[in-house]
């Protein structure tokens, strides 16, 4: 079993940039690839980037590519995600998930872990 709390997620200008942390507890977290995923108003979660359980592995959304960064921390078992030059179009519930092996993927039903989620706005 592995609990996931998101934090870090509030308000911000279009431009600006966010940190999200994922602290994870339970069975050992550098045993399980992370991935994000976010969901808008009246939309279907959706994929954001994933992380292999090394951290040698990344994989981005479109969408956030080249905006976003996906790290991770195994000593403290906590995985962050930076977002910068944010867009009202990021403006979703973020969470983190846990999949037991080495890479992640953009396959939602893969994951077998989930956080609670945490706001992110973006205002124009």
């Known amino acids: 079993q592995v609990q996931l709390v998101e934090s870090g997620g509030g308000l911000v200008q279009a431009g600006g940039s966010l940190r999200l942390s994922c602290a994870a507890s339970?069975?050992?977290?550098?045993?399980?690839?992370m991935g994000w995923f976010r969901q808008a108003p009246g939309k279907e979660r959706e994929f954001v980037v994933a992380?292999?359980?090394?951290?040698?592995?990344?994989y981005y959304a479109d969408s956030v590519k080249g905006r976003f960064t996906i790290s991770r921390d195994n000593a403290k078992n906590t995985l962050y995600l930076q977002m910068n030059s944010l867009k009202p179009e990021d403006t979703a519930v973020y969470y983190c998930?846990?999949?037991?092996?080495?890479?992640?993927?953009?396959?939602?039903?893969?994951?077998?872990?989930w956080g609670q989620g945490t706001q992110v706005t973006v205002s124009s």
């Open positions: 998930a846990a999949k037991a092996g080495a890479l992640g993927n953009q396959e939602e039903k893969s994951y077998d872990y």
């Open positions: 339970g069975r050992s977290f550098n045993r399980y690839a």
């Open positions: 992380i292999s359980w090394s951290g040698a592995s990344t």
